[in-house]
């Protein structure tokens, strides 16, 4: 039988019937991936590493890859495959190698690594680049926020450092706007990298007011620093001094309302100051009375007993970051617009007279009455006044009930009037009911309480005589929710489509590291399984603002969890100021609000979560360079807390 095979296949040559001819060369395929490699910037004499795969792309079963060499055309970059320099894979069969940068210098670096083989492509490469060693300049406090007692001066210092690994040139400073503020005279300094000696020096600046209120200013630090060469320290002054705010705004706007009928408004105050606001006197102006006078449509309510000049018996005091409310009535008499005026008499010093812009209308014909409710989108349940869902869910609402007797309702005006700080959500038309303005729909970007009002006119352009509010509770339905937000100042719209990029993180200690591609769940790894969790990253959001959100609703017993955030990508928009909220079971229990992250790269290491105590620990450290590969730091925080499970 040993003789029959090649007679076979010497007839077939000799018939030419249709079998591979002698000549035809069996195809050799070669796959490298990834195509590129990008270190991060290193220390010198540390090292990083990367992985890349050399397989036997061939779709032909009995090619042979035969890698003769792999060459390295990049300094300080080593390479170590498992089968050596040179090794032979069958169709299918893959090799994994290792590339580790070891700088001796600071410099960037750029260049390939060149695998040779037998391949019909020829040599493969791989594109290696890695970041250069900068200085960069950072200041303590990133933001100065003085306050001083009025006639008063107050002196406070801001520390420059180089948190960077190359020696920084401070090449000087200037203050802009802001005359109250003083920096001692601007010149040249060296800084040496982190934890050198004389990597630091100190500015003193001094806030000297001439006029109670507040000042804003801008410090200008000017270095070498590739990636800040401008660092922007914001300044703000204030006096210790009360300060009146009309919450609303000086216009109290009746709307219609019917003939020989009273309407009261809620006039909001606030202290916005930082010393008791003490209010002593509720004055009616033109077309306005006090409450048991005549004189105006107009009826003051000071709460209080008062004199026909709206003095007070007794003052109405406000604490600093408190409020109250005065209150307004409405009685027209005829079928014509009123106005009138109000003046409110207090201790602020830039404001010790705030006047009140009172208008209205009357008419025989009633209000139209508006009527709104509200259910989730494809989630079933009767529609209702107050709704409770959760984050990322989308609400209709629907303003069909509303009527207008003797008329018809001709317009509907919706309004978000209260939403989660750092919100973005917008009204919008409901999806596949174009032109329909008696329904409207809201996708709730965050967690929090929204607030939409509604207001209709009759064909007359009378407007309901009170609006309709309809409260939205977007509760986390998941144990474990954190949501990530941003904000640009340098961002002129953040809604569009271009801005800054930053990502959320959540790693499982004990097995994980940062950018593990199993155990820490970001933008590449969205959905892990970690056995019993499954978190899950329910947006990545790469063009400004957020949210991104991170959701896990099976928290393993004894575990900690680290989470981070990382500037991905600035895409030219500057310091992206960074707030992580984290709810554990519906409750919102940790917050860190704008936190600065100045350039692409850095890392904010955030906070610890521990199940099944729900005990959240602050990190709240920095890296310039992300710590890829890096399992998240075991604080003294954890240890001391004795909690079961730490690493």
């Known amino acids: 039988m040993r003789f029959i095979l090649p007679l076979v296949a010497l007839a077939a040559f000799s018939c030419g019937c249709g079998s591979r001819e002698f000549s035809e060369r069996t195809s050799v395929e070669i796959s490298v991936q990834p195509e590129s490699i990008s270190f991060a910037a290193t220390s010198v004499g540390e090292r990083a590493r990367a992985v890349f795969v050399v397989r036997n792309a061939s779709s032909d079963g009995a090619a042979l890859l035969e890698v003769s060499g792999i060459e390295v055309g990049v300094e300080d970059v080593t390479v170590d495959c498992a089968g050596g320099r040179s090794f032979r894979l069958s169709a299918g069969e893959q090799v994994s ?102 990597d630091e020096v100190t500015l003193d600046v001094t806030y000297a007011p001439t006029a109670p209120g507040s000042d804003d200013a801008l410090l200008r630090v000017f270095s070498d620093d590739r990636g800040a060469e401008v660092l922007e320290i914001p300044l703000s002054g204030s006096t210790q001094a009360p300060c009146l705010l009309l919450v609303d705004g000086p216009r109290v706007d009746f709307g219609v309302r019917v003939i020989g009928e009273v309407s009261y408004r809620d006039v909001p105050i606030a202290n916005c100051g930082n010393a008791p ?58 079928e014509q617009p009123y106005s009138g005026r109000a003046f409110i008499h207090s201790n602020d010093p830039a404001a010790p007279v705030s006047e009140l812009l009172l208008s209205g209308r009357g008419t025989y014909i009633p209000c139209p009455v508006a009527s709104a409710s509200a259910r989730v989108r494809d989630g079933g349940g009767p529609a209702a006044v107050q709704v409770e869902a959760a984050p990322l869910q989308t609400i209709v609402f629907d303003a069909s009930d509303s009527f207008a007797e003797g008329s018809e309702v001709a317009e509907y005006k919706w309004e978000i009037i209260a939403s989660p700080q750092d919100s973005a959500a917008a009204l919008r038309e409901v999806q596949n009911e174009p032109g329909n303005d008696a329904r409207r729909e809201l996708f709730l970007d965050l967690a929090g309480t929204y607030v939409v009002e509604l207001e209709v006119a009759n064909a007359f352009g009378a407007l309901s005589c009170e609006p309709t509010t309809v409260t939205i509770l977007a509760v986390p339905q998941e144990t ?99 707030t992580v909220r984290i709810y554990l079971e519906n409750v919102l229990v940790f917050e860190l609000p704008n936190q600065p992250l100045y350039r692409t790269g850095e890392f904010w290491d955030v906070a610890r979560i521990h199940w099944p105590t729900g005990t959240v620990i602050a990190v709240d450290e920095r890296y310039n360079i992300a710590p890829r590969n890096q399992p998240p730091v075991v604080t003294e925080e954890m240890r001391d807390a004795g909690l079961c499970g730490t690493p």
Not at 157 to 186: D, H, K, M, Q, Y
Not at 296 to 302: K, M, R
Not at 309 to 315: C, E, F, K, M, R
Not at 542 to 567: K, L, Q, R, S
Request: net charge negative.
């Open 97 to 198: 190698c290792v590339a580790t940068l070891t700088p001796t210098t600071p410099a960037a670096r750029s260049g390939q690594i060149v695998v040779r083989s037998n391949a019909d492509s020829g040599a493969a490469s791989v594109r290696v680049t890695s970041q250069a060693l900068d200085g960069a300049l950072e200041a303590d406090p990133a933001r100065l926020d003085m306050v001083v007692d009025d006639g008063g001066t107050v002196t406070r210092s801001i520390r420059l450092r180089n948190v960077g690994f190359n020696t920084l040139r401070v090449l000087g400073w200037e203050l802009g706007g802001g005359t109250a503020f003083g920096v001692e005279p601007s010149r040249e300094v060296r800084l040496e990298p982190f934890g050198s000696s004389g």
């Open 277 to 334: 606001l003490v209010i002593d006197r509720f004055a009616p102006g033109e077309g306005a009375a006090l409450l048991g006078e005549t004189g105006g449509a107009f009826v003051l309510d000071p709460g209080d007993p008062a004199d026909a000049s709206g003095t007070l018996d007794a003052p109405i005091v406000i604490e600093p970051g408190d409020s109250d409310v005065l209150l307004i009535g409405f009685a027209p008499d005829a």
């Open 480 to 578: 474990v929710h954190i949501q990530l937000v941003w904000t640009n100042p340098d961002d002129p719209d953040e809604q569009d489509l271009s801005g800054a990029d930053v990502d959320l993180h959540l790693v499982k200690m004990g097995q994980g590291t940062w950018f593990d591609p199993i155990w820490d769940t970001y933008y590449r790894n969205p959905a892990p399984v970690w056995r019993p969790e499954h978190p899950s990253l329910d947006i990545d959001d790469t063009n400004g603002h957020g949210p991104e959100n991170i959701n896990m609703d099976d928290p393993g017993d004894c575990a900690w969890f680290a989470v981070g955030a990382h500037y991905f990508q600035d895409h030219g928009y500057g310091t992206a100021y960074v």
